[in-house]
C-alpha cells in the first residue's frame, strides 16, 4: 500500500548493552510519519491496549474507527519505524473544536519527540481545518500523561466536568 509520508523524526542516538553486556550506542533511528488507515487498526489497538494511561471500550472496535476515520480524514497519524508501528494519534473534529484521542508511543520510543510530532501534526491539520481550539481527554489517574499534556503546552479546565449517557441503551424498549 502506498501511504502518505507527512514528516520525519530522527531519534537520539541510545545508550545499549550488546549481547557480551558491553555499552555501545545505537545510531540514531528515522521514525515517518504519516496518515493513519483503517490498515494500521490492529497494531495500533494493540498498541493502545499495551498502554496503562488509555482506555478502551466498544466505540474503539475496528467498525467504529473506520467511521471516525471517515468522518475526520487526514487527522489521524501514525508513526512507523522501519515498518513497525511505534506511535498514534486519532484526531477529529466536530467543525467547532477539534479533539484529540488515544495518543500513544511505545514504551521503547519515547521521550525521542514521537508523541509530540503527532500532536503537532494533529493541530496542524485542525488549524487547516479553521479549528482554532482543540480538546483532550485524560484518564484522571493517568500521572503521566497528564504530565506530558502540560509539558507541551496543554492546560488542565478544572471548570468543566465531563458527562456521558449511552444513547443506544436509552433507544432499548423498557420491559
Not at 503537532?120 to 482554532?132: F, I, K, T
Request: hydrophobic residues 45%; aromatic residues 8%.
Amino acid at each position: 500500500m502506498n501511504y502518505k509520508e507527512v514528516g520525519r523524526i530522527l531519534l537520539p542516538r541510545k545508550s545499549v548493552l550488546d549481547e557480551a553486556g558491553a555499552a555501545g550506542y545505537t545510531d540514531g533511528m528515522s521514525v515517518t510519519l504519516r496518515e493513519f488507515t483503517i490498515a494500521d487498526y490492529e497494531a495500533a489497538y494493540s498498541l493502545w491496549q499495551s498502554m496503562e494511561g488509555i482506555g478502551l471500550s466498544e466505540a474503539d472496535e475496528k467498525r467504529n474507527i473506520i467511521q471516525f476515520l471517515a468522518r475526520n480524514p487526514g487527522l489521524s497519524f501514525v508513526a512507523e519505524e522501519d515498518g513497525m508501528l511505534v506511535g498514534a494519534v486519532l484526531g477529529g473534529s466536530d467543525g467547532r473544536r477539534g479533539f484529540l484521542h488515544h495518543l500513544a508511543v511505545a514504551h521503547s520510543h519515547r521521550r525521542a519527540g514521537i508523541g509530540r510530532a503527532l500532536v503537532e501534526r494533529s493541530l496542524a491539520a485542525l488549524a487547516d481545518l479553521g479549528m482554532r481550539k482543540c480538546h483532550i481527554f485524560v484518564l484522571a489517574k493517568n500521572r503521566a500523561g497528564r504530565r506530558f499534556w502540560r509539558r507541551i503546552g496543554w492546560q488542565e479546565r478544572t471548570t468543566l466536568l465531563v458527562m456521558s449517557q449511552d444513547v443506544i441503551a436509552r433507544r432499548a424498549p423498557a420491559n
